[in-house]
């Protein structure tokens, strides 16, 4: 997890690096009729249209592009931003990752010029 004073200084750029991983967008229960609705989607056209059973067999999961982006990215913008699944919605804050975010990646880099010594992202 992040230290709180990188949080504090992150600010999104908008650049849908994030929407690139691979893995799963574990959608909760109430993600699916935000999203619906903002689609003109009835939930159950919605999840047909939208969503797999993700890998752990407990929830639904949204689609994937070809490439493993989400398939709500078109160019680096987010289709559904103001609806978006509340893990999106909780990126950096609830979880990260160890690289790749180019903005966490920058403050992490300027942690190390400040204090060489932390190695700990």
Known sequence: MLNQEILNQFKCSGCGECC?????????????????????LSEQ??????????????????LDQADG??????GDRCEVYEVRPEQCSS?????SVPAGCPELDKLLAEQKEIDPRSNKP
């Open 20 to 40: 690139r991983w691979g893995g799963s967008v574990l959608l909760t229960d109430d993600d699916i009729p935000k999203m619906a609705a903002h689609l003109g």
């Open 45 to 62: 056209e919605f999840i047909d249209e939208h969503t797999r059973l993700a890998p752990n067999r407990k929830q639904l999961a949204l």
């Open 69 to 74: 982006s989400c398939a709500f990215l078109k």
């Open 91 to 95: 990126f950096p804050y609830a979880w």
